[in-house]
């Protein structure tokens, strides 16, 4: 929703802000991994030219997880 509506967005990591910019120069990958623990992909609607992201459960980031509270 953000990428929609927002012209600056803030990403939040444990209390830090861990980056600032405009939702096409943020809302990558590597980054949304990074900060919310999940996979993403982002794509440009060809129709409107609004970012889609779809996001999925990184069986490395899950893994790591069931690790880190076993």
Not at 10 to 17: L, S
């Amino acid at each position: 929703m953000a990428a929609s509506y927002c012209d600056r967005i803030y990403f939040v990591h444990h209390g830090i802000i861990k980056a600032v910019g405009t939702p096409q120069n943020l809302l990558q990958p590597s980054l949304i991994r990074e900060v919310f623990g999940v996979g993403s992909t982002v794509e440009i609607d060809q129709s409107n030219g609004k970012l889609h992201i779809s996001f999925f459960l990184d069986t490395k980031i899950e893994s790591k997880r069931n690790f880190l509270t076993s």
